[in-house]
């Protein structure tokens, strides 16, 4: 049972890790625009070694040159910031409660500590893939089609990780309760 939620609480402290990281970064997407190198996250963009904010005016100026209606990306970007902001609160939710079930409180007796983590790490995972979704359709069907030399890159790479680790944390905590679970089943009475 222990290890089991050793390897849990492992993926999920690495896997909370990654979703900030990749949160935060400006790597989620590289493109070249008027031949210049130029990446954005979710929260900047950066073109000609400047970073500008994603609700700037330069981006409207951008974009419209383009001919992309500017008015559905703030939705999209909030939506996945909004998802990956929820998904690394919700895993350090679990982390806190997947510490606590290491410990053994009578006052926690009828609330099992590893059930709830591992709930915890799936709801995680719940909101890492929908905010991973939101952002790779409106970038696959808006922006990639718009930009000729674009790619995902290493910020978005770290989501998808994040998610795998999130959901391993949450199949480990589940198999710890299940193992709990069976041996009070077999236990004397």
């Not at 500008?52 to 939705?75: H, K, L, N, W």
């Not at 902001?85 to 009828?110: N, P, V």
Request: net charge positive.
């Amino acid at each position: 049972m222990y290890s089991f939620m050793g390897g849990g609480l492992f993926c999920a402290i690495v896997g909370n890790i990654l979703l900030v990281v990749s949160a935060v970064t400006d790597y989620w997407m590289q493109y070249r625009l008027s031949g210049n190198y130029a990446h954005q996250g979710l929260w900047r963009y950066c073109m000609a070694n400047k970073c500008y904010m994603q609700t700037d005016s330069i981006g409207e100026d951008i974009y419209s040159t383009m001919r992309i209606t500017v008015s559905c990306f703030p939705a999209y970007w909030n939506a996945t910031r909004a998802f990956m902001i929820l998904s690394a609160m919700s895993c350090f939710a679990g982390i806190i409660t997947g510490i606590m079930s290491f410990a053994h409180f009578s006052a926690f007796e009828r609330f099992n500590r590893s059930y709830a983590a591992g709930i915890m790490f799936f709801i995680s995972t719940f909101f890492v893939l929908l905010g991973m979704a939101i952002y790779t359709g409106v970038t696959i069907h808006f922006l990639g089609r718009r930009f000729g030399d674009w790619r995902f890159s290493w910020s978005y790479i770290l989501g998808w990780v994040a998610m795998l680790m999130t959901f391993f944390a949450g199949i480990f905590y589940i198999c710890a309760y299940r193992e709990c679970e069976c041996r009070r089943g077999n236990g004397p009475r």
